[in-house]
């Protein structure tokens, strides 16, 4: 029986179990759905100049742009943390852009908050802002952000199982894209219209979408300089979708030869949360061919340097992504897993060095049961090194953790929204992070 396999989109502890990492492997796939970029204000300052405005007005609509270009330059740091201080800014400038009646940057900024809104999968706040910008873009008479909009309005939709409705908005998206010559969105956009016919189980027809998409996307990264990183990321999307319909096709081979092609494209435009995805998808596929133990060798071998090589020197981010599913957590996204955010505090960030897990029994404010009434509140680096999978902290060896005095006022200290009063403990089996067996 084929697998399911579910496409890419937009560009994915108590133990990391590696039995139902393996297992979740062997079942799905995983395939993407492109988000669309952050509009800038159309015309910039200029634009915004040439209104008739007194000189208070004119301070007030330079405020609004500087914050907007805070709001844009805290996007490109691609953290939950700094999208939510980009939609502060962005929601600082459409005040004021409002209040100078300017209409082409008050559905420029709309738009951005909704974007921002579904690449944190806050649908409904989404939809309410795009839903907005919509027919503001379209008084104004921007054909390129009308499109852009469309387009994101159907990935919200898709996002929320509504295959129709996304398709209707695609494709009205995709002329207007195709009028202004914009051949990243249209890519994209016929990327997006191949997912939602994919998960409508039309593979064929997902198929056909997905391969007029890849020649646009790879046309643009051929001739742009700094639109080739966004041209890529986009290129590498398509190349592992059409990898995903071949699987489902039955030519596992052949969706292995895609997905192969897609991974160096990921990875060097720093996409680690989809190179792991399209990892796992070729574990996946070579599992189900009888090379298990190939595939788990080149998770171990090719995923992230940054974080897998060797995990005594590695750092991993404040806000690190962590998906579960009942009492298991895995490392990447597969439908039915939950996305959450494990507080992870580098209290030491030399070398060698390794994270020990801060558990409670309460519930509160934890990220993930592991079950027994034993709840995840978060984990802290510490000098030390793995010895297999266990972090054993530096002079500690020897010693229980979980019950020195010494790790309760870590977790206390690091987590202090958490672990109040000393009521966490402390545990070392973490290296699951890094794919040590």
Known sequence: ???????????????????????????????????????AIPG??????QQPATTSQDAKRAAATLAFSEGEQLMKQNTAASRRHAIEKFVEALAVFRSVSSHASVATTLYNIGGV????????????????????????????????????IGKVYSDLGENKLALDYYNQALPLSR?????????????????????????????????????????????????????????????????????????????????????????GVGASEFEASTLNNIASLQSERGTLQLALAQIKVRTDARLYQNPNTAILPPDFNVY?????????????????????????IGAPGCYVACYSHSQKNSVYSVGGDIYVMGQVRVPGKYQNR???PRGEERKDISAEPKFKELCARTLPNACTGNSCWTGGDTGGWFAIP
Request: hydrophobic residues 45%.
């Open 1 to 39: 029986m084929a697998k399911r396999i579910k496409q890419n989109q937009a560009f994915m502890p108590r133990r990391l179990l590696r039995s139902a990492v393996y297992r979740f492997l062997t079942l799905v796939l995983s395939v993407v759905l492109l988000s669309v970029a952050v509009a």
């Open 44 to 49: 910039g300052m200029g634009v915004i100049a």
């Open 117 to 152: 809104y579904s690449d944190l999968g806050e649908n409904q706040l989404a939809l309410n802002y795009l839903n907005q910008a919509l027919p503001l873009s379209r008084a104004v008479g921007n054909k390129t952000e009308e499109a852009l909009t469309l387009s994101t």
């Open 179 to 267: 009028a202004v010559g914009d051949k990243i969105g249209e890519a994209r956009t016929l990327n997006n219209i191949g997912a939602a016919y994919y998960a409508s189980g039309a593979k064929q027809k997902a198929l056909d979408y997905y391969n007029q998409a890849l020649p646009l996307s790879q046309a643009v990264g051929d001739k742009t300089g700094s639109a080739a990183t966004g041209d890529k990321a986009g290129e590498a999307a398509i190349l592992s979708n059409i990898g995903a319909v071949y699987a489902a096709l039955g030519e596992k081979k052949k969706g292995i030869d895609y997905l192969n092609q897609a991974l160096p494209l990921a990875r």
């Open 324 to 348: 579960t599913i009942g009492n298991s957590v895995v490392n990447s996204y597969f439908p039915g897993t939950e996305k959450k955010t494990l507080p992870t505090v580098n209290e030491f």
């Open 390 to 392: 266990i972090c054993l």
